[in-house]
């Protein structure tokens, strides 16, 4: 940006707010351009991110990838791959390749959607008790502790069992069991960011809480949410998939690469019958690592003392 | 320390009984009559209704959790639908095994993490590093049900030379070499599952460490290098590193019931399935009692461990 002196802004007429408004813009863009420039230096994460795009249409695109309709018998069972069925047949004679490219839309709906739940709830929660504190705050952390003490896994699989098993009621769950991480999250950034300048300089221009727990506060505690989301995303398509192969997750014939799994804990099936597990296993240890390897980069990107 | 201790345990105490209400509510609301299911299916309405009556099944909810609360307090957790055996003896029976096994594996994640970590954090940025780095990302990654088939497929099937689940050879039970060698699987599976993220642990706390003016200091006064890590460092590095396994407990619970259930380890994770299939209620309960104390416990330990070993911690 071009230095306007003094005497040139006397002499132009040049007004000094807009020179600063200017100068902000200016910075905001660089900020992210930094940000971003970070995260391409991590190769890895940018690798995962191709794979994760990659992931994504996939799913958008598995009616025209999959070779055949995943829940229809089409040949013999447990047949294996072969130049029609590429990843062989499962027990009842479906195609584990298309099995395999429906499975993903499950992955990536649990991913998605049961972080868009607990970040939202734990969102609100968080910044209530950072930003109201006393009582409030003593309450809501009673009862975080309270949900913290569950151990996580045995509950959903309590909730899932009482509710019923499916696509639908395990990102409800994971989705309500998931906040207090985020709301220990947002409450410290809030703590934090409640004792600078311009929230103090918020409150005397007289802004309502609501605009200055949102408006003020938040945008600087979305680098953290966000990290914390994209690892979320991983540890809730592991659930599903440890859930599913328990058989209390997606049931079939609706295909998940943890239910796929189930079969395998056959020592037949284990032995003899590879292309019907590891195919399906590999696939969700690709995609959450590719969602960790994207948060890390995240991570990177967004601290300070890495650029 | 003692008054934060006392006031530490009678803080757990109304979550404690959060923790075990919500339980029972959730539960309470579970569809299907567990008077059905063990019932004979010929059983007259009026036999069922008495059945219900004597599970004490048709009392209303709060006064259902305050008789299981009172019959807690004398360490009668209720008898088992199912079996109809006492929870407390089904539990106990259980315990060990699950013990066993979660220890087994904590100790494995140590020795796992704690060289890895501290190699990567002196080594920062080199090659190591990026490989040990990697590696626990995909430690984390991996499902454990996926590398428990993995090791059985490996060990258990193709070299043959490790069993492929159970806790005894039929025959041999009671024999604690056959046991050792049954564990080493689950073991193994748990304990890696976990020791992806304590090596990230164990790496942040050693760079913290590193970056401490008093190591400057250590360097400054020409201290040769292994010994500003080993004294210096290490030391300090490693307080959070102990206190970080009051954490991986709700890990290790959850990673349990999957790794039990590959493995059919007959501990209180397969108990969980079990109890969950055939709806259960009072064993189900008895269980999440179980973890839950076990989560508090854990968690109050590694607080107050934490200020125990680093004085810098006052609590008050």
């Known amino acids: 940006m071009r230095t306007v002196s003094w005497k040139e802004r006397v002499d132009n007429n040049i007004p000094i707010r807009e020179e600063m408004a200017g100068h902000e813009d200016n910075r905001h863009e660089s900020y992210l351009k930094a940000v971003a420039k970070q995260f391409m230096k991590h190769k890895l994460a940018v690798a995962g991110l191709v794979l994760f795009v990659l992931l994504i249409l996939m799913a958008a695109f598995a009616p025209l990838l999959a070779p055949y309709d995943p829940n229809m018998i089409q040949d013999e069972f447990s047949a294996p791959p072969s130049a029609q069925h590429w990843l062989g047949t499962d027990q009842v004679g479906r195609d584990v390749l298309s099995r395999l490219i429906y499975a993903s839309r499950v992955s990536l709906s649990i991913g998605l959607g049961s972080v868009a739940i607990y970040v939202a709830i734990g969102t609100v929660v968080g910044a209530v008790a950072g930003y109201y504190g006393g009582k409030v705050d003593m309450i809501i952390n009673r009862i975080m502790d309270i949900f913290m003490s569950f151990p996580y896994l045995m509950v959903i699989l309590v909730l899932v069992t009482i509710i019923g098993p499916g696509l639908f009621n395990i990102v409800l769950v994971l989705g309500l069991l998931g906040w207090p991480a985020v709301a220990r999250l947002v409450r410290g950034s809030v703590l934090s960011i409640k004792q600078t300048e311009y929230v103090k300089a918020a409150q005397a221009l007289g802004l309502s809480k609501r605009q200055i727990i949102f408006q003020e506060i938040m945008p600087n505690a979305m680098g953290p949410l966000l990290v914390n989301a994209t690892f979320g995303a991983a540890t809730a398509i592991l659930s599903e998939s440890s859930l599913s192969f328990l058989g209390m997750g997606v049931q079939p014939p609706t295909a998940s690469w943890g239910n796929m799994l189930t079969a395998a804990q056959s020592i037949t099936t284990l032995q003899s019958e590879p292309w019907l597990w590891i195919p399906s296993g590999l696939m969700i240890v690709i995609t959450v690592l590719v969602i960790n390897f994207v948060g890390d980069g995240i991570r990177d990107a967004l601290d300070p003392k890495r650029r | ?316």
């Open chain 2, 1 to 316: 320390m003692f008054s934060y201790t006392m006031r530490r345990l009678l803080i757990a105490v109304p979550v404690l009984i959060g923790v075990t209400f919500l339980n029972f509510f959730i539960i309470y609301l579970a569809p299907g009559d567990p008077a059905d299911l063990y019932a004979n299916p010929d059983l007259s309405e009026a036999d069922k209704l008495q059945r219900r009556e004597a599970l004490g099944l048709n009392d209303p909810l709060l006064l259902q959790y305050v008789k299981w609360l009172g019959q807690l307090l004398t360490g009668n957790l209720g008898i088992s639908f199912n079996s109809f055996q006492p929870v407390s003896q089904m539990l106990a029976e259980r315990l060990g095994a699950t013990l066993l096994l979660m220890g087994t594996a904590l100790i494995i994640a140590y020795l796992i993490a704690i060289p890895l970590g501290i190699i990567s954090a002196i080594r920062q940025y080199s090659w190591l590093d990026y490989v040990v780095s990697t590696g626990s990302f995909l430690g984390v990654s991996v499902p454990g049900f996926f590398l428990g088939l993995g090791v059985i497929y490996l060990f258990g099937v193709t070299l043959g030379v490790l069993p492929t689940g159970g806790m005894n050879t039929i025959g041999r039970e009671g024999d604690f070499l056959d046991t050792l060698k049954h564990l080493v699987l689950p073991a193994f599976t748990l304990g890696a599952s976990i020791a992806g993220g304590m090596v990230r642990y164990v790496r942040s706390s050693v760079i913290e460490v590193l970056n401490q003016d008093y190591l400057r200091t250590a360097r400054a006064k020409g201290l040769p290098e292994w010994k500003v890590i080993n004294k210096h460092t290490l030391k300090n590095a490693l307080i959070p590193i102990i206190t970080v396994a009051g954490m991986d407990i709700p890990m290790l619970i959850g990673g349990a019931v999957v790794t039990e259930t590959v493995f059919q380890w007959s501990g209180m994770g397969q108990l969980t399935i079990q109890a969950i299939l055939s709806r259960d209620y009072p064993v189900l309960m008895g269980i999440n009692l179980v973890a839950a104390v076990a989560v508090l416990i854990s968690n109050l330990w590694a607080d107050l461990m934490y200020a125990f070993v680093d004085p810098r911690i006052k609590y008050n």
